[in-house]
């Protein structure tokens, strides 16, 4: 269990009320959960507690079966990022998913880590979540074993109830209006910047790299992107994928170039913020042929910032 203060002059002695899931994206219905949440933390003077996993229950189970993960909408520092900017919980927890916690009855989870660890009194969750061994909890026992409930009816918008599966489909799809309209905001992948092949650099097309570990992104392809590294904004494109012009390992990558400036970032935290769909990846018969794509990508990139200058 790691445990993140995002408001540190809490006091943690205060009974606290907590949400629980994966959060993945953080969405507009995600968003109605913590705007209710933090209605009941002033009504009764809680500490609002936000409870996530990593990896995420789904994710771990895949991993052991040797099946691919679902993809994701945002990585860890996304959700600590925009929890935070929105001041919308005190603690952010973190618990690692694994067998002993996906072996937890009930019980054992209201009060062994709710109660006992964070002092949760209350809980506010979607009218249809599951937790515990096997998904055999349900709302109904958090009063059994002596935490107030509320209940959150599901978020429509357009008729549709908005999800991370949904706003997922979209992405898959690169219908990036839908995601931005059931997300409420772009995409975006935080992580620290690692050394990559430096083949970019050889061709006068620098990238930076972000460490994604496991992580499978649900977006594919090549886009318009903002980086963003120690609060300064650099207009960039950005790739998404497995590089298999130039890369024989199956693993998922996700680089930025800055447009017509090179820095030394190598270490620092960076978050890349999907703007716009290009193109899709695809396999280059050799690297002149990639680099010269990649050329002309940088060019309607300059032309979509300056479109949107005007």
């Not at 995420?56 to 040797?66: A, N, T, W």
């Not at 009063?143 to 991370?164: E, T």
């Not at 590294?229 to 960039?236: F, K, T």
Request: include cysteine; proline fraction near 3%.
């Amino acid at each position: 269990m790691y445990r993140i203060k995002i408001n540190k002059n809490i006091n943690q002695l205060r009974p606290a009320i907590a949400t629980i899931g994966n959060f993945d994206g953080l969405h507009l219905g995600h968003l109605q959960l913590f705007k209710q949440l933090n209605t009941l933390a002033k009504q009764y003077n809680y500490r609002r507690v936000a409870i996530t996993f990593e990896p995420l229950p789904l994710e771990y189970f895949s991993d052991q079966k040797q099946q691919p993960r679902l993809t994701r909408l945002s990585l860890l520092r996304d959700k600590f990022n925009f929890l935070h900017e929105y001041d919308l919980v005190d603690e952010l927890v973190v618990l690692h998913f694994n067998q002993s916690i996906a072996s937890l009855s009930p019980e054992a989870f209201i009060n062994n880590i709710l109660k006992n660890n964070l002092g949760v009194v209350h809980i506010a969750v979607g009218h249809d979540f599951k937790f515990g061994k096997g998904a055999c909890g349900t709302i109904d026992d958090f009063a059994k074993y002596g935490v107030k409930i509320y209940d959150m009816p599901p978020f429509y918008l357009d008729k549709h109830r908005v999800s991370s599966s949904l706003i997922r489909g979209f992405a898959s799809a690169n219908e990036l209006e839908n995601v931005y309209k059931f997300l409420g905001h772009n995409i975006s992948y935080t992580s620290r910047v690692i050394y990559g092949n430096q083949l970019g650099r050889k061709f006068n097309v620098p990238t930076i790299n972000l460490s994604l570990g496991l992580n499978r992104p649900a977006l594919w392809g090549i886009y318009v992107a903002r980086v963003y590294i120690d609060g300064v904004c650099y207009s960039s494109v950005a790739s998404i994928g497995k590089n298999p012009t130039v890369s024989a390992v199956d693993s998922y990558k996700l680089e930025a170039h800055l447009l017509d400036i090179d820095l030394d970032l190598y270490g620092k935290i960076a978050t890349i913020e999907i703007l716009h769909f290009m193109r899709e990846e695809r396999k280059f018969d050799d690297l002149d042929s990639l680099f010269e794509q990649i050329h002309t990508d940088l060019q309607m990139a300059r032309d979509y910032f300056n479109q949107q200058e005007k």
